[in-house]
């Protein structure tokens, strides 16, 4: 598995897989793409933890048309480096982060 952060108030849109374009017709399925129960918290944004299936490469990704987000520029942005467990590990255990599970419980800093 792999895995992404991505804020709250956006969504996935097209996705590449090791052949491509992500086509549901040829590989007769979507692809596995899940949000965990857990985000990170960095000053005002809440950053979910996304899974995604190992053949997925890339994640074009953007902000919901009825998302409350302040205006932006920004209208996509692709993902191409996926992260590993471990990088995700890394990532949960830096001393800047707060986690919180779906279910509004905190965990402390980390220090």
């Known amino acids: 598995m792999k895995y992404f952060f ?3 108030g956006w969504t996935v849109g097209r996705v ?3 052949e491509g374009l992500w086509n549901e017709l040829a590989w007769r399925r979507a692809p596995q793409i899940e949000r965990m129960n857990l985000c990170l918290l960095e ?3 809440k950053l979910w933890l996304y899974r ?3 053949p997925v490469i890339m994640v074009e990704v953007k902000p919901l048309p009825d998302a409350n987000l302040p205006p932006s520029t920004i209208g996509q942005v692709f993902i191409r480096r996926l992260m590993s467990g471990d990088q995700v590990l890394a990532r949960l255990c830096d001393s800047q982060t707060i986690c919180q599970m779906a279910d509004g419980m905190r965990s402390p800093k980390f220090s």
């Open 16 to 18: 590449w897989g090791v």
């Open 43 to 45: 000053s005002s944004e």
């Open 52 to 54: 995604v299936e190992d």
């Open 6 to 8: 991505l804020t709250e």
